[in-house]
């Protein structure tokens, strides 16, 4: 299994909710990522996972928060977004040192 | 801090020719991998290509095929044979050393294949 997977695909959600991206992967990687990404852009590098610990934020507001509960598993928990938030959000997976395996993406809309 | 440059923000190609996508970059570590990723329309991203800055022969992966120059710290990308299937975002990225978990992208470039 050389997947990693994504749940929602789409998300609409208001600025006052509470929602959850989730993020699996069975390849046995030991790092897993969240990036954001806008149309035409780049993807910009939000946290890294490594040996289920978080090892890289990059200055992300608190209304972002990752979360990862086992090595398979990637949550990402959104609180009170900003429409300017909506984008591709995108997880990905890698061995240490190796290729990084990118998800589909939750596309995120904010109201 | 390593930056890395694609200057063609899109690019065309007849299929069944050939393409090159430039990618410059800026480091001044020693140790480190280069990537070429692949973007369809609305699909998923995909490696398309690796190069670590050790190995002196370029890398190839079909009808992909890198130009390496480590002192001019250039890695453009050939595509031979386009395909219609060829036809998405390309981001050139880099990552420092052997266990270095922060890839920076390029800016992508839109590739655009003709039939």
């Known amino acids: 299994d050389t997947e990693v997977t994504q749940t929602p695909k789409h998300l609409v959600m208001g600025m006052t909710n509470k929602k959850s991206l989730k993020c699996e992967q069975h390849?046995?990687?030991?790092?897993m990522y969240w990036y954001k990404q806008k149309a035409k852009k780049p993807p910009e590098l939000m946290f890294v996972?490594?040996?289920?610990?978080?090892?890289i934020n990059e200055s992300v507001p608190s209304r972002f928060s990752p979360e990862c509960p086992n090595s398979s598993l990637l949550n990402l928990h959104l609180h009170a977004l900003q429409p300017e938030d909506s984008a591709l959000y995108l997880c990905?997976?890698?061995?240490?040192?190796?290729?990084?395996?990118f998800g589909p993406g939750t596309r995120l809309t904010v109201l | 801090a390593q930056t890395v440059t694609q200057s063609q923000p899109e690019m065309s190609v007849q299929e069944a020719e050939t393409v090159t996508l430039s990618c410059t970059y800026d480091?001044?570590?020693?140790?480190?991998?280069l990537f070429w990723y692949k973007q369809p329309p609305s699909r998923q991203m995909i490696l398309v290509i690796r190069?670590?800055?050790?190995?002196?022969q370029n890398a190839t992966e079909n009808r992909f095929s890198v130009n390496f120059q480590k002192a001019a710290k250039s890695f453009s990308l050939k595509i031979s044979d386009s395909q219609l299937g060829d036809a998405a975002m390309y981001f050139c990225?880099?990552?420092?050393?052997?266990?270095?978990?922060?890839?920076?992208f390029g800016a992508g470039t839109i590739l655009r294949v003709k039939s």
């Open positions: 190069q670590e800055a050790y190995k002196q």
């Open positions: 480091t001044s570590e020693s140790d480190y991998y």
């Open positions: 990225a880099y990552r420092s050393g052997e266990y270095g978990n922060k890839l920076v």
């Open positions: 390849m046995g990687h030991r790092a």
């Open positions: 990905a997976s890698s061995q240490r040192g190796d290729e990084q395996f």
């Open positions: 996972y490594s040996y289920e610990k978080l090892s």
